[in-house]
């Protein structure tokens, strides 16, 4: 048989094969012209510089995971003198990655038209940590600690919680102003930090490694790394949004148990202060922590979210005074119709199965 594009119609062709030449011509046609269709732009901004904790989203850039599910993605980073998050309510950015769920309180109880479509981190990487050999062997000797250096926006937040909940006194806190010398230079305090990076620096510049409490790991319950996008948006889009969330959890799956070479060039290109090394320790923390892939989400797929989570949370830091009983409604908080679905388990399991072991980090 003769390819398609050979048919020719002659005098003695019936009108109606040439009828269905026509038809069959306008149908490669059409759907040439939807494959040249261009990909839906999108921007997503995230809370700080590139870094390992940003991972999986450049991996479906990186990868070509976005592009395969019809984006085209620019990350736009933050950092200390950039701050994204007015920019998704104006719609001058289309998806927004927070730190946790008091941010999303805040928004439902300002009236601000954003809701959380996925939680890419199951713990909240905030951690205390303290000098090794001090007496400080469980989380509970830390209320102990003569000294805690805690930056004044925590101590508004989740170090309001560890008062109503966990015993620590005002009577510790120092200022943190993110600089590690009153730290290293005090055996007996203790300090706030991300625990996958401050353990890091606090390696590199005191020689040790620090006792890592996760404050995930003893109640803290909030989600991490949260998607969010306008409501509008979910409303009136809610393929597009499908399609980034997914793209978005096989990224963090390909990151975290695939080859992660071109995903870190991109990260070290976006933020040229940060390293390999840095990154790869990085990584090994968020596995070991079980950052992202812990709980729900070894089941449900990474980017899962519970609303009775949601409930336990919001909670707590009504105790903790952060928030009046009733006064967020919870229903808009989050959207669970993205997440939840074991997306990304099957191609886990395929690819800790491709090398013995599981995979090593580049």
């Known amino acids: 048989m003769r390819p398609l594009h050979s048919f020719t119609t002659s005098r003695a062709t019936s009108p109606a094969t040439a009828c269905a030449v026509r038809l069959v011509a306008a149908l490669l046609a059409l759907a040439a012209a939807a494959g040249a269709r261009a990909a839906d732009h999108v921007v997503f901004a995230t809370n700080w510089k590139a870094q390992a904790a940003h991972g999986g989203f450049y991996q479906a850039l990186a990868d070509g995971t976005y592009k395969k599910y019809g984006l085209d993605v620019t990350i736009q980073p933050g950092g200390p003198q950039v701050n994204n998050r007015p920019l998704l309510p104006a719609g001058k950015i289309d998806f927004l990655m927070t730190g946790n769920l008091l941010h999303s309180f805040d928004n439902v109880k300002n009236g601000v038209p954003v809701i959380t479509v996925a939680s890419l981190f199951q713990k909240d990487p905030q951690a205390l940590m303290a000098h090794p050999g001090q007496g400080y062997k469980t989380f509970a000797d830390l209320k102990n600690a003569p000294v805690a250096y805690i930056a004044k926006d925590a101590q508004f937040s989740w170090w309001a919680w560890l008062k109503a909940e966990q015993g620590f006194k005002d009577e510790q806190l120092r200022p943190y102003n993110y ?149 967020v409604d919870l229903s808009k908080v989050a959207t669970f119709q993205f997440v939840n679905h074991g997306l990304g388990l099957d191609e886990k399991k395929r690819l800790l199965q491709k090398v013995p072991g599981g995979p090593k980090a580049p």
């Open 179 to 327: 600089n590690l010398g009153p730290f290293l230079a005090n055996a007996k305090s203790i300090q706030q930090g991300y625990a996958v990076e401050e353990p890091i620096s606090i390696q590199k510049q005191g020689g040790f490694t620090p006792l890592t409490f996760l404050l995930a790991d003893h109640g803290y319950s909030t989600y991490s790394t949260t998607i969010e996008t306008r409501v509008e948006t979910v409303q009136k889009k809610p393929d597009l949004v499908k399609r980034f969330v997914e793209a978005s959890i096989l990224g963090w799956v390909h990151y975290l148990y695939g080859d992660r070479r071109a995903a870190d060039a991109l990260i070290l290109k976006d933020n040229p202060e940060m390293d390999q090394s840095t990154i790869d320790q990085s990584v090994a923390l968020m596995k070991s922590l079980g950052i992202v892939d812990s709980g729900d989400s070894l089941t449900q797929g990474i980017g899962a979210m519970k609303p009775e989570r949601i409930r336990d949370f919001y909670d707590k830091m009504v105790r903790a005074g952060l928030y009046q009983p009733g006064e």
